[in-house]
């Protein structure tokens, strides 16, 4: 064990969020926007992700719902790995791609956003995701990394993808984790005035 590697591994975090925020920025921005478009038409924000995504899900629908920083009212969120009965009912081999994409027919509407989180982007049900998205006219703001993989061809022009163009998983959920929290505090900043 050393003290040394775990200063190296903080000094990799931030030159990981460094190397790509100045890229980020103008694009999260766009991204709070469509949020909070969203919220003001009286619709809904859907969250999913695989493994360590699908906790960054959680965590951002619960600021939502909850608060971010400073209480404010509840906002519209779901979390589409909340329901474990429903969930492991579907992770099936015959039903896996659609775990996520059953819930979006469920429960989006048109005017909806999905928030989908993938390290990789080839996620056979998050691509069925984004698919089952557009078919119900939701909005989809996809959090990627590497080379955004096969959800990034599958963006439509009013959709927006926020990429962790580097090879670390570990970086690329902390650069994630961040962007969640930029997010949030834009929305809460711009409805609210929270600053």
């Not at 329901?83 to 081999?93: D, E, G, I, R």
């Not at 509407?109 to 984004?130: C, K, M, R």
Request: hydrophobic share 40%; proline share 3%; net charge negative.
């Amino acid at each position: 064990m050393s003290a040394q590697r775990v200063y190296e591994l903080f000094q990799a975090s931030i030159e990981a969020k460094m190397n790509v925020g100045e890229t980020l920025a103008p694009r999260i921005e766009q991204a709070a926007e469509i949020l909070v478009q969203t919220l003001l038409h009286e619709g809904k924000i859907l969250i999913c992700g695989n493994g360590p995504s699908s906790a960054l899900a959680q965590m951002f629908s619960g600021a939502l719902i909850d608060r971010y920083e400073k209480e404010r009212p509840s906002l519209p969120a779901i979390w589409l790995g909340s329901n474990m009965a429903s969930y492991t009912a579907m992770v099936t081999p015959a039903h896996y791609n659609e775990v996520y994409a059953k819930p979006i027919r469920a429960l989006g509407s048109e005017g909806d956003t999905l928030v989908l989180i993938t390290t990789s982007g080839n996620a056979s049900n998050l691509i069925q995701a984004v698919t089952t998205a557009h078919d119900r006219g939701l909005n989809v703001v996809a959090l990627t990394g590497r080379d955004g993989g096969d959800i990034a061809s599958l963006l439509d022009t009013q959709d927006i993808e926020l990429r962790a163009d580097i090879d670390s998983r570990g970086r690329i959920h902390e650069i994630h984790l961040l962007t969640i929290y930029c997010l949030c505090d834009l929305i809460d900043h711009h409805l609210f005035g929270i600053e």
